[in-house]
């Protein structure tokens, strides 16, 4: 028996039921492999999803610590260092000491980051507009408008607890 709170047919409250959560969840995971297929085309270069996600925050955020990129991709700060690290030697980003507080050190992007943040944006556009040619009008706006409700609730999703015996790996 699952413990999602859903009903066996939708509500009055326009709640999903458990077999469209499980759809969604499907749903969810085709498109992080999208993504993730995406990004390993040849054309688009040795950068992967999580690395294309920092700098684009980078680019819409501008210069940021290492707490507060950490806290925005939701890694350890160690695990963003590392991420950072790579992205250095491929000269996409930099360490800069902080305008406003001299003792700080802040991540920015290069000029070859925000180019390559500028030609992967574009590129991915060009993309959804190759899927959206095989939508009618009613599925494209469907399908904006689903995304746009994620992108406005972002914040204030929390992902669940761990499981107390959880067998991760």
């Given at each position: 028996?699952?413990?999602?709170?859903?009903?066996?047919?939708?509500d009055?409250?326009?709640?999903?039921?458990?077999?469209?959560?499980?759809?969604?969840?499907?749903?969810?995971?085709f498109?992080?492999?999208?993504?993730?297929?995406?990004?390993?085309?040849?054309?688009?270069g040795?950068i992967?999803?999580?690395?294309?996600?920092?700098?684009?925050?980078?680019?819409?955020?501008?210069?940021?610590?290492?707490?507060?990129?950490?806290?925005?991709?939701?890694?350890?700060?160690?695990?963003?260092?590392?991420?950072?690290?790579?992205?250095?030697?491929?000269?996409?980003?930099?360490?800069?000491?902080n305008?406003?507080?001299?003792?700080?050190?802040?991540?920015?992007?290069?000029?070859?980051?925000?180019?390559?943040?500028?030609?992967?944006?574009?590129?991915?556009?060009?993309?959804?507009?190759?899927?959206?040619?095989?939508?009618?009008?009613?599925?494209?706006?469907?399908?904006?408008?689903?995304?746009?409700?994620?992108?406005?609730?972002?914040p204030?999703?929390?992902?669940?607890?761990?499981?107390?015996?959880?067998?991760?790996?």
């Amino acid at each position: 028996m699952s413990n999602l709170s859903v009903n066996s047919t939708p509500d009055t409250n326009h709640s999903l039921t458990e077999a469209q959560l499980h759809r969604l969840v499907d749903i969810v995971l085709f498109k992080q492999r999208l993504l993730i297929k995406y990004f390993t085309r040849r054309d688009v270069g040795k950068i992967s999803v999580t690395q294309f996600i920092m700098l684009d925050q980078l680019a819409a955020r501008g210069p940021l610590n290492m707490g507060q990129l950490a806290q925005i991709m939701r890694h350890t700060t160690p695990a963003t260092t590392g991420i950072v690290d790579r992205l250095i030697a491929a000269e996409l980003v930099e360490r800069k000491t902080n305008p406003n507080d001299r003792r700080q050190i802040v991540i920015a992007l290069t000029p070859k980051g925000a180019g390559t943040v500028r030609a992967l944006r574009e590129r991915m556009a060009q993309f959804l507009a190759e899927a959206a040619k095989r939508m009618t009008v009613e599925e494209q706006q469907a399908w904006y408008q689903t995304n746009e409700a994620l992108y406005r609730i972002e914040p204030q999703l929390t992902p669940p607890p761990p499981e107390a015996d959880s067998d991760r790996i």
